[in-house]
């Protein structure tokens, strides 16, 4: 997709306080994967160690609906291990040609296998041998070791389906808290929070700039 260069937009219309975050979500990710954007489905993933030190990385959403926010990763990687151990995470989605930003926070649980098959086997094949040959977040002796660990499963799998690794599959953000930002002229910015009560009821509120 080719990105529309363009100057920001500073005069959107104000966030519907809506008592659904999920259908306000809805409606500026398709705006934002309508302006041409460059991966619009691109989010920081914030996690941390049982002990609270933070790591941040880029993901892809690929998934949302009223449960939640998908993702899909190694398991035994970085972020997979620091889930298991803390299993809470904030997600920031960040369009700068439209001035806005959502924050995502909640707690973080598993797909289904059967859900992360559907998903895994929609990739493209030589991404799925990747998820095969990559030990990710683990240490690698040069480029060479991740090739040859490449054409070995490439023979491994020349005949056959690619099964999904048992090490492999979606984590689901389940929101307790989604903060919609707009940009505004002066800083003088628009912040409406959803927040999620223990029955699950949405309610909402602005936050100054």
């Not at 914030?46 to 880029?58: F, L, M, V, Y």
């Not at 707690?107 to 296998?113: G, M, P």
Request: glycine share 4%; aromatic share 12%.
């Amino acid at each position: 997709m080719t990105f529309l260069q363009q100057e920001p937009i500073s005069d959107l219309p104000a966030a519907d306080p809506d008592q659904d975050p999920i259908r306000q979500f809805d409606q500026w990710f398709s705006f934002a994967k309508e302006s041409a954007i460059y991966l619009p489905e691109a989010m920081t993933l914030a996690t941390s160690t049982e002990d609270g030190s933070p790591s941040a990385r880029i993901v892809l959403l690929k998934d949302v609906s009223q449960k939640g926010f998908v993702f899909f990763t190694n398991y035994e990687s970085r972020k997979g291990h620091e889930l298991e151990a803390n299993p809470k995470a904030a997600l920031v989605i960040h369009w700068a040609i439209l001035e806005r930003q959502v924050r995502i926070e909640g707690q973080v649980e598993k797909i289904s296998s059967k859900e992360s098959d559907a998903y895994f086997q929609s990739r493209p094949r030589g991404s799925r041998i990747g998820a095969w040959a990559s030990r990710q977040s683990r240490q690698l002796t040069d480029r060479t070791q991740l090739e040859q660990r490449v054409l070995d499963y490439q023979q491994l799998y020349a005949e056959k389906d690619i099964a999904l690794p048992p090490y492999w599959g979606g984590f689901r953000v389940v929101p307790e808290r989604i903060e919609f930002w707009q940009g505004r002229e002066s800083r003088l910015h628009e912040r409406l929070v959803y927040t999620k009560s223990p029955s699950g009821q949405w309610s909402t509120h602005l936050l100054f700039p």
